[in-house]
């Protein structure tokens, strides 16, 4: 064995490897078994070397976090889910409005009642336009519930949109019936309440 290292080193003069310095006489000039010059050809290292030291760093190095990738977001959102029953309320080849006839129809109901508050027109035109949008949100939830696919009227899961819907057209007109003076409806603990709540 020792004959052997003796002639490489005879063989090969110290400081003459592809790779510069660094193969020379600190190595005592010896070659790898398997015949090549000792260096990775790009900075002079010898085999020695663990032979991943220059191979470019993982997703996992990079990130400095454990496991194969990130767990960050995508920087860029390509789409977004449609709600449940966010589909078109009418065939695809038919115009805009018409396909979206439920949205548009609590919008209608809706500034309708605006215009009839603002407007006066009437001695209960106030409490008739406000009644007028409640029922338009009623009308919504309604619609929501009837339909399997309501266009933009769908906004989260069909429960809470009948829920949210169903609520706010519930207060709306109840607050409607119950304004002062005369009011339409009398509900004594509601009535408490309002007046708790307004003193």
Excluded: K
């Excluded at 889910?81 to 809706?110: C, H, K, N, Y």
């Excluded at 607050?175 to 002062?180: G, K, N």
């Amino acid at each position: 064995m020792g004959v052997r290292a003796n002639d490489d080193s005879a063989a090969t003069p110290a400081g003459t490897g592809e790779g510069g310095a660094g193969t020379g006489a600190g190595e005592g000039g010896r070659r790898p078994a398997d015949g090549s010059d000792g260096s990775d050809g790009s900075d002079g290292t010898t085999a020695g070397a663990p032979t991943d030291a220059a191979a470019p760093p993982t997703r996992a190095a990079a990130t400095g976090r454990p496991g194969s990738g990130s767990r960050r977001p995508p920087t860029v959102t390509r789409d977004t889910a449609r709600p449940e029953g966010g589909g078109r309320a009418a065939p695809g080849d038919a115009p805009a409005p018409a396909r979206q006839w439920p949205l548009l129809t609590v919008l209608g109901l809706t500034a309708l009642g605006l215009l009839i508050v603002g407007s006066d027109l009437f001695p209960h035109a106030p409490r008739i336009g406000t009644m007028l949008i409640g029922v338009a949100l009623l009308t919504g939830a309604a619609i929501r519930r009837a339909l399997p696919s309501v266009g933009m009227l769908a906004v989260r899961s069909r429960f809470t949109d009948m829920a949210a819907y169903g609520v706010l057209g519930t207060g709306i007109v109840l607050l409607a019936l119950m304004t002062q003076p005369s009011p339409w409806l009398e509900i004594p603990f509601l009535e408490d309440a309002v007046r708790f709540a307004v003193r």
